[in-house]
């Protein structure tokens, strides 16, 4: 017969463990709980639009084939994607449904307490930016419908549970990109151009931002993700107009290099005098150099040419039934001329969730919700 080189353990230290064992699933169950139930807010552009803009006369739209191509549904659903984008995936990671865009008639009743989505295709920071598509939800105007939420909800669970649910909210907001692309190199010697040099440029965007950030603050947000620019020079799109031997825009590189670190010290300063890490920064734009400079390591066959579109690189134009289509949007970094496919939002989210200090800055959303879990259970 075989020897036990230890005891039995006792009957006491048997009950103890099953105790300890109990109280870490039950811990872990909370958690999950508290995550499914959190509420989820997004602000920004069309990196992140669940499909505000087809409630819009405007011609940044997304609401015809072949986008949602990839969706579950089949069909195009205002995303600038052919399946999910990043708040869907987020959503996924909360274990909730992805929020609906609150121009949305079904947003109400208790979908309204699973947060909601104000983001809007064109916009930038700036009110002038995106001129050209007319009729967009504006930042200043985003914010205004996060008020107008905030009164629609505590009409329906009072004043005090709607401030609970919007401090222990996560929110997100993607704006900044369409500042230079749709304003200040929109057209050769802008309005903008020509009132700022492109570092005096970034100093104003940051400054603009910071107020956004503030007054997002000051309306109750408490966990904020905050997104850089992607490799701006590097989009088919701009490849196709401003690209040089193959290569990406020198100048719209150069934007998004002076752009992406100041916005991090900006939130940094922010969060020093508020005293708590509200804003988390994601430098999303080392996220997107990881697969454009190398997509064979992440699957893709090309970062270049867009999936959907048409000219070189199809990158000229948008996407249409026209327009040249992949068979396989998983092989592509691109969906259309300027934004990722769902395989590439995949992967950002997954830096975000995961991702070291050297993406996520001063900390990954699932540290956030390991965090914010403990604190309310």
Not at 182 to 207: C, E, G, H, M, T
Not at 331 to 341: G, K, N, R, T, V
């Amino acid at each position: 017969m075989m020897a036990f080189p230890f005891p039995f353990p006792s009957s006491s230290f048997i009950i103890m463990t099953c105790l300890v064992v109990i109280f870490l699933v039950a811990g872990s169950e909370a958690a999950k709980s508290n995550n499914k139930a959190r509420a989820f807010f997004v602000f920004g552009d069309s990196l992140v639009d669940s499909g505000n803009n087809n409630y819009l006369v405007t011609t940044a739209r997304a609401d015809s084939p072949p986008y949602g191509i990839d969706y579950p549904t089949g069909r195009p659903t205002g995303r600038f994607s052919n399946g999910l984008n990043i708040p869907d995936l987020i959503s996924q990671q909360l274990g909730a449904e992805s929020v609906l865009p609150y121009l949305s008639p079904e947003l109400r009743g208790e979908k309204l307490l699973n947060g909601a989505n104000f983001a809007s295709a064109g916009i930038g920071i700036l009110n002038d930016t995106g001129a050209q598509f007319l009729n967009i939800i504006r930042m200043y105007r985003q914010l205004d419908y996060f008020g107008e939420y905030q009164r629609r909800v505590s009409a329906q669970i009072g004043a005090a549970r709607t401030k609970t649910l919007v401090n222990q909210a996560l929110v997100l907001i993607t704006v900044g990109g369409n500042d230079f692309v749709n304003n200040y190199y929109l057209v050769p010697y802008s309005a903008r151009s020509r009132q700022y040099s492109l570092p005096d440029y970034v100093k104003f965007l940051i400054i603009e931002y910071r107020k956004l950030l503030q007054r997002l603050y000051d309306l109750g947000a408490r966990r904020v993700l905050v997104t850089g620019t992607g490799p701006l020079g590097c989009v088919p799109a701009e490849l196709a107009m401003r690209g040089t031997n193959g290569g990406c825009s020198a100048e719209l590189q150069r934007a998004a290099s002076l752009y992406n670190p100041q916005l991090v010290h900006m939130i940094q300063g922010l969060n020093k005098k508020i005293g708590k890490d509200v804003f988390i920064a994601a430098n999303t734009g080392e996220m997107h150099n990881n697969f454009v400079n190398n997509p064979k390591a992440f699957g893709f066959t090309t970062s270049q040419i867009a999936c959907c579109g048409q000219g070189p690189y199809n990158g000229i134009g948008l996407c249409t039934s026209i327009s040249n289509l992949c068979p396989n949007r998983n092989l592509y970094a691109f969906w259309d001329p300027f934004h990722p496919s769902e395989k590439a939002n995949k992967l950002i989210v997954q830096q975000i969730m995961s991702g070291s200090t050297k993406y996520m800055n001063p900390m990954n959303l699932s540290t956030v919700l390991a965090l914010d879990s403990t604190s309310t259970t």
